[in-house]
């Protein structure tokens, strides 16, 4: 039972590079999330996917974008990595609707740009 | 966009006193209510929820949270801590209005042993 995966655990990326970072759930949730975590801010809203097929902007959506591959598969794409997006980078799942669940966490992307 | 306030962004407490984390959110609709820890190096793990019914919710590791809606708060609540208790809090609201989970920036607990 694993939860939501994300890969990479780590990356280190230069100025201008682009890379994708991927993220999996195997508890059929319908909702997806992106978010950053930094310091002394708590986490913040990337994108976020209600269902399948749909995704929106969170909070902090610049420089970012998203696919929702299938109920499954989350990506968080940067197309040309600056030093402020040194974050960690955490993915979720949830069920919102008819059931509603609390959102579970994958362990984290720890990105660096330099 | 929704806000939750956490006052207390850094409490160092010695093994056995009591622990009060306070959160404060904007939403005056119907909400849920989270609390997470994140131990150094890790990711986020829910020690307790609130969707309705009781306003006083009890978690893992002997924690307990109280909601008190006329307050739009859900504080947290431990009687006695302890050296592992170590880590970061969040408190966290969302509500089928939005499907989105809002933060607060977190609290970081220090336990002396």
């Known amino acids: 039972n694993a939860g939501v995966t994300q890969t990479p655990k780590f990356q280190v990326l230069k100025t201008g590079q682009s890379m994708t970072l991927q993220c999996a759930q195997d508890m059929n949730h319908n909702s997806m999330y992106w978010y950053r975590q930094d310091p002394g801010m708590g986490l913040r809203l990337i994108y976020y996917s209600a269902s399948e097929g749909t995704t929106d902007k969170g909070e902090v959506p610049n420089g970012y974008n998203v696919s929702r591959l299938n109920k499954r598969e989350f990506s968080l794409r940067l197309e040309s990595a600056a030093p402020s997006q040194t974050s960690v980078y955490f993915c979720a799942s949830s069920e919102q609707g008819r059931v509603n669940t609390e959102a579970f966490f994958g362990q984290g992307t720890r990105l660096t740009v330099v | 966009a929704q806000s939750v306030s956490q006052h207390n962004h850094h409490v160092i407490l010695s093994e056995a006193a009591s622990l009060e984390l306070g959160c404060n959110y904007s939403?005056?609709?119907?909400?849920?209510l989270f609390w997470y820890v994140q131990y150094p190096g890790q990711h986020l793990q829910l020690l307790l929820k609130?969707?309705?019914?009781?306003?006083l919710v009890k978690g893992i590791k002997g924690f307990e949270a109280e909601f008190i809606k006329s307050k739009f708060s859900f504080n947290l609540r431990k009687p006695s801590v302890q050296w592992s208790d170590t880590a970061e809090y969040f408190c966290a609201v969302n509500s089928y209005n939005f499907n989105k989970f809002y933060f607060g920036s977190g609290t970081k607990l220090n336990v002396k042993p």
């Open positions: 939403y005056g609709g119907t909400v849920n």
């Open positions: 609130y969707f309705s019914g009781d306003p």
